[in-house]
């Protein structure tokens, strides 16, 4: 079984930043991708981020692509999210997740473990 844990969320004003950490344990495969992925009440869960194992491959959604950045730090365990810039439409519960591959996909069924999320606000 593997845990994921995020942690960082909270409310911050437009143009604020804010970091995510999604920490991995139990039993992680030896190589996984990450992803992170939103959803705004009423609507359904996008895709936002995903980094392949080694961290050579990111791949971004066009709303946040230029204002957030994936990465990860294998030996730790854990992936972040740089989130600048941010815009009120930016709020939503952010999920990490984690595929048995070295690969990133942007599709969520392609990912097999969930962190429980963690609440984003931006107020504007």
């Known amino acids: 079984q593997v845990q994921l844990v995020e942690s960082g969320g909270g409310l911050v004003q437009a143009g604020g930043s804010l970091r995510l950490s999604c920490a991995a344990s139990?039993?992680?495969?030896?190589?996984?991708?990450m992803g992170w992925f939103r959803q705004a009440p009423g609507k359904e869960r996008e895709f936002v981020a995903a980094?392949?194992?080694?961290?050579?491959?990111?791949a971004y959604a066009d709303s946040v692509k230029g204002r957030y950045t994936i990465s990860r730090d294998n030996a730790k365990n854990t992936g972040y999210l740089q989130m600048n810039s941010l815009k009120a439409e930016d709020t939503a519960v952010y999920y990490c997740?984690?595929?048995?591959?070295?690969?990133?996909?942007?599709?969520?069924?392609?990912?097999?473990?969930w962190g429980q999320g963690t609440q984003v606000t931006v107020s504007s």
């Open positions: 997740a984690a595929r048995p591959s070295g690969t990133a996909r942007e599709v969520f069924r392609e990912y097999h473990y």
């Open positions: 139990g039993r992680t495969p030896s190589y996984y991708a």
């Open positions: 980094i392949s194992w080694s961290g050579s491959s990111t």
